[in-house]
């Protein structure tokens, strides 16, 4: 059976492979290795996803291919459930915002820089098909597929709370990890109620799709991006003394607020209409077992949050 130690052991091995990938690209640009003038932005987000996440997903899967449609459930979502994924996803989104900028201007975010040259480089159109598109795939097969299976036998409420922190460590900065954390925890209630994997898949990538417009949007409307500061908190932008940031994250604030109410009434009806589609189905959806869940707290779930927490402090 695929267990919490298991899944915590390919967490740990996917971040040292995922740091480890972005080290030795960074050590190679001052030995001259790789040229990033031939080596644009939208290749290294190719890179990072299909390469530093795709390869260790890839292996695990391989080894597994047994198993792979219980890692890996892609049950349909019906058209229901499909639009109360998009209208959650909405719906928490101004939340999101609101946290990004708040730790966005305290620790700053390399982020801002990264995705406003990448627009500047390639164009929106390129941006929206590898942004909200790639990271959609790999890091819902890594942390809502294999990380999540092993935890199916533990209570959700944990499972999501760790499988929250493991998707916001995956990021390496704290600004990121602030609402990646939220997002990662309420993608595993999508996906423990409708069982399936296309779930986390869609809100991820309507999150990322709103971000990547956002930002677009914000750039057209101010040189320097007012989006890219809200959003992805660009460093160097101080609260004290900013009004309009002050002012952005007070209008944020009240948007945050009635969203997030519009976003509890669709999840009660979203964990209803599952419920009970569930049981027509025949399919549990509390599947907890208590004395088949094995440990979660491993030597591997520690040194993964180890090894996030170093990484993100060397960040600032």
């Not at 900065?173 to 994997?197: D, E, P, R, V």
């Not at 002012?247 to 009635?258: E, P, Q, R, S």
Request: charged share 10%.
């Amino acid at each position: 059976m695929h267990t919490p130690e298991k899944a915590n052991n390919f967490m740990f091995g996917l971040l040292v492979f995922f740091v480890g990938g972005q080290l030795i690209f960074a050590m190679a640009i001052p030995l001259g290795i790789i040229n990033l003038e031939n080596f644009p932005i939208w290749l290294q987000v190719i890179v990072v996803q299909v390469g530093f996440i795709g390869i260790p997903c890839a292996a695990y899967l391989i080894a597994h291919r047994q198993n792979i449609r219980q890692i890996l459930p892609l049950r349909p979502l019906g058209l229901m459930n499909t639009l109360m994924v998009i209208g959650m996803s909405i719906a928490i989104y101004p939340l999101t915002l609101l946290i990004g900028a708040i730790f966005g201007a305290i620790f700053g975010s390399p982020i801002g820089y990264m995705m406003t040259d990448f627009i500047d480089e390639s164009g929106i159109w390129l941006m929206l098909l590898l942004v909200p598109v790639l990271p959609s795939i790999f890091e819902e097969v890594a942390l809502r597929g294999i990380v999540f299976s092993g935890y199916k036998s533990v209570k959700i409420f944990t499972a999501a709370l760790i499988n929250g922190l493991f998707f916001g460590i995956l990021h390496l900065n704290l600004h990121q990890f602030s609402y990646a954390f939220i997002l990662g925890f309420i993608m595993c209630y999508m996906m423990w109620y409708t069982k399936s994997l296309w779930a986390p898949i869609l809100c991820h990538f309507v999150v990322n799709t709103l971000a990547t417009l956002l930002l677009y949007i914000g750039m057209g409307i101010d040189g320097e991006g007012l989006a890219a500061e809200v959003e992805y908190g660009v460093s160097g932008v101080d609260m004290t003394a900013t009004q309009e940031f002050l002012d952005g994250l007070i209008v944020v604030g009240g948007v945050a607020l009635v969203f997030f109410g519009i976003f509890i009434v669709i999840y009660r009806a979203f964990k209803r209409h599952n419920l009970a589609r569930n049981d027509a189905a025949g399919i549990a959806t509390d599947t907890y077992a208590p004395a088949e869940r094995g440990r979660v707290l491993t030597w591997s779930l520690v040194a993964t949050v180890a090894l996030g927490l170093v990484m993100m402090i060397l960040a600032l």
